[in-house]
């Protein structure tokens, strides 16, 4: 039996950034994940390997204290516990970016560094799951 490609898990409702995630996932090569519910964060742990994770803090239904839910569900789930974190939010929220360090994101970062960021980040969640499959 051959292990399942990973994924990225994606929590993000602007469309904005939506595509452009969508547009560098698909340029690498690697499966996303776009999750907007509880439920379908839940049927995505089941199924899915996930190599990266990545949440818009502000997210309607899933950001704030929720993200940190999510995250410490993924980090306690045998076949996810490896997936690389990462959480974005409004430089002029501190507390919530520092709320999101505290509930066990590997990284944190304002919305403008996320922006030009997330290339790379993608580009090394792509080669994990090529080395890994």
């Not at 306690?76 to 929220?93: P, Q």
Request: with cysteine.
């Amino acid at each position: 039996m051959t292990e399942e490609a990973k994924r990225i898990f994606v929590v993000c409702s602007d469309l904005i950034f939506s595509g452009g995630i969508r547009a560098e996932g698909s340029s690498q090569g690697i499966a996303l994940e776009f999750i907007d519910s509880e439920e379908k964060f839940d049927e995505a742990l089941e199924k899915f390997h996930a190599a990266l994770f990545m949440t818009d803090l502000h997210h309607h239904k899933l950001g704030g204290e929720k993200a940190g839910e999510l995250v410490k569900k993924l980090k306690t789930s045998e076949k996810n516990k490896d997936a690389y974190t990462i959480a974005w939010g409004k430089h002029t929220e501190p507390e919530l970016l520092k709320s999101a360090t505290r509930a066990g994101f590997d990284k944190v970062v304002p919305r403008s560094l996320f922006v030009k960021e997330m290339p790379e980040y993608i580009r090394q969640a792509a080669s994990r799951t090529q080395m890994s499959t």
